[in-house]
């Protein structure tokens, strides 16, 4: 399974860009879905993550700090699919953005960690 990441790109501070993330394959079961950053010289760090997906609109997220209020997480089971609503957007969320997912391909397969490639997000200030 490979996880695509997109919809990164250069915005100014105070712009909005929405993140997508699809799997290459169905997936059976996805526990969570998150979007992880890291900008240059830090730690990845947790953006968001939604659990518990139902349907295309349902799910528990949370979010980190900085980011509340201004990105919503979403996930559609029957897509494998993960998106980052990002609004606002400050210098300081200049990053790597990288999608992850937890799940099993078949009712059969173990649970197994999933990482896209990532996609760059730059805010110009």
């Known amino acids: 399974v490979q996880l695509q990441a997109s919809g990164g790109g250069l915005v100014q501070s105070g712009g909005s860009l929405r993140l997508a993330c699809t799997a290459s394959e169905s997936i059976f079961s996805i526990n969570d879905m998150a979007w992880y950053r890291q900008a240059p010289g830090k730690q990845r760090e947790l953006v968001a993550l939604i659990s518990s997906i139902t349907g295309s609109s349902g799910g528990s997220t949370s979010y980190a700090d900085s980011v509340k209020g201004r990105f919503a997480i979403s996930g559609d089971n029957a897509k494998s699919a993960t998106y980052l609503q990002m609004n606002n957007l400050k210098s300081e969320d200049t990053a790597v953005y990288y999608c992850?997912?937890?799940?099993?391909?078949?009712?059969?397969?173990?649970?197994?960690?999933?990482w896209g490639q990532g996609t760059l997000v730059t805010v110009s200030s």
């Open positions: 992850y997912l937890n799940g099993r391909r078949t009712s059969w397969s173990n649970w197994k960690d999933y």
